[in-house]
């Protein structure tokens, strides 16, 4: 039998095409992949209500959410790290006044702390999912938020990260940032779900191809960057594949002798 391992894919760019699809190719590889008896996990900076129905296709119940802040382990929550609300409080009222909106997240649903904006309606657009943020500047209330965008165009964010210590800001859009808790990451929440399982790091596998990606890249063992990853992305990856549009997961498993 073969030694089992445990894989993370990342989503926007990694499993899901520039198009937001599953390639054929790349859900085919995942069921072969379980076949073998190997764990299969999603690494994402996506909401756990962004991938639900991906989930539920690719029948995969362990992931890491949130970029690490939200991670679930067979269906059960087995780690959070919220953000510090008061600091975010902070953060909001200068974005305001700035009129740089804020979207507040937490693990089923997120408002945004404006009724309209322009920013938010192009970047979330681009997600293709079925929710929109509605109008709610005291959603943090009485709740842990994991991750918060904050929308700006890009070199914008520098005044925020320069005065919030509390918070790293990974742009992922070209009018969006995401608000992490500081020192947050996929490789946290993925260290986490190891731990749980207790494979050697020889047997752990990670695939992206974003910019948050890049500690998780640089942490995993085995770590693979998609052909369509920016450079810096694929000089913290151990391998290239091709690009996701070419079958690069089913290229990237065979590459690294999984199937």
């Not at 599953?22 to 859900?27: E, H, I, M, S």
Request: charged fraction near 30%; proline fraction near 3%.
């Amino acid at each position: 039998m073969t030694e089992q391992s445990i894989i993370f894919f990342d989503i926007d760019g990694t499993l899901l095409n520039h198009e937001k699809k599953l390639p054929a190719a790349t859900k085919e590889a995942i069921f072969r992949l379980k076949e073998r008896g190997h764990e299969v996990a999603i690494a994402t900076g996506r909401a756990p209500f962004m991938f639900a129905d991906l989930r539920d296709e690719l029948d995969i119940q362990t992931y890491v959410s949130y970029n690490g802040q939200f991670v679930v382990f067979k269906g059960e929550v087995l780690y959070t790290n919220p953000l510090k609300i008061d600091s975010l409080l902070h953060l909001s009222e200068t974005a305001l006044h700035n009129n740089h909106p804020i979207v507040f997240m937490d693990h089923e649903d997120m408002r945004a702390n404006v009724p309209d904006h322009e920013y938010i309606k192009e970047s979330i657009a681009t997600l293709k999912i079925s929710q929109a943020p509605a109008h709610d500047p005291f959603y943090y209330k009485g709740r842990e938020l994991y991750q918060s965008l904050l929308f700006c165009k890009e070199g914008e964010e520098k005044q925020y990260e320069e005065h919030y210590k509390d918070f790293d800001f990974i742009r992922w859009h070209r009018v969006s940032v995401d608000v992490l808790p500081k020192g947050g990451s996929k490789a946290k929440g993925i260290e986490k779900i190891v731990q749980k399982l207790g494979f050697p790091e020889e047997r752990h596998y990670a695939f992206g191809d974003g910019l948050n990606d890049i500690e998780m890249l640089r942490t995993v063992k085995n770590s693979v960057a998609m052909g369509n990853a920016e450079d810096v992305v694929k000089a913290a990856a151990k391998f290239v594949t091709k690009s996701v549009e070419e079958d690069g997961i089913l290229h990237g498993l065979e590459m690294v002798g999984l199937l």
